[in-house]
């Protein structure tokens, strides 16, 4: 029996709290260890909050990494290094920059200040739309911090 190949999976990253360049590293690392190879890394960006007002810039990153896991895996994954790198989860397991609208038209996003968030934003090229993991990220192409390094580290990409 043959291994399956590895899925491509591109992960933004973002952080506004303490060491920022540490916290990106550190991520980096845990996504290597936990969730698979970094195979690709953009440079970092700052960049001023989205969607809130804070006074902590943040620095910015995508990354391609080749994972064996599926997408929900990878979503509970990077979630445990999310709190593991200090980050709190709402009571009801939320992560703490979305609220969901109960009327069913959509999320409805609240943000604040993190030591790391970490989003899922293509998966090969596969689409996901459940209400805890969507795929593609469906705010992506409404932020520059993360279309800009996605577009510098997919240049060479031809396969997505």
């Known amino acids: 029996m043959t291994n399956p190949l590895p899925h491509k999976v591109y992960l933004g990253l973002g952080t506004n709290l303490g060491d920022r360049e540490a916290n990106i590293r550190q991520a980096i690392q845990l996504i290597g260890e936990r969730v698979g190879a970094v195979v690709r890394q953009s440079p970092l960006i700052e960049t001023e909050p989205w969607g809130f007002e804070s006074p902590n810039k943040f620095l910015n990153a995508v990354?391609?990494?080749?994972?064996?896991?599926?997408?929900?895996?990878v979503l509970r994954l990077t979630q445990k290094i999310e709190r593991d790198m200090g980050r709190k989860k709402p009571i009801g397991g939320q992560a703490p920059s979305a609220t969901y609208r109960t009327d069913g038209t959509g999320p409805k996003q609240r943000y604040k200040d993190r030591p790391i968030d970490i989003d899922i934003l293509l998966y090969d090229d596969i689409t996901?739309?459940?209400?805890?993991?969507?795929?593609?990220?469906?705010?992506?192409?409404?932020?520059?911090f993360v279309m800009i390094p996605l577009n510098e580290i997919r240049q060479n990409d031809i396969s997505t």
């Open 128 to 144: 996901i739309d459940e209400p805890d993991l969507k795929i593609p990220h469906p705010l992506m192409q409404e932020r520059d």
């Open 63 to 73: 990354i391609l990494c080749e994972t064996e896991w599926t997408p929900r895996e």
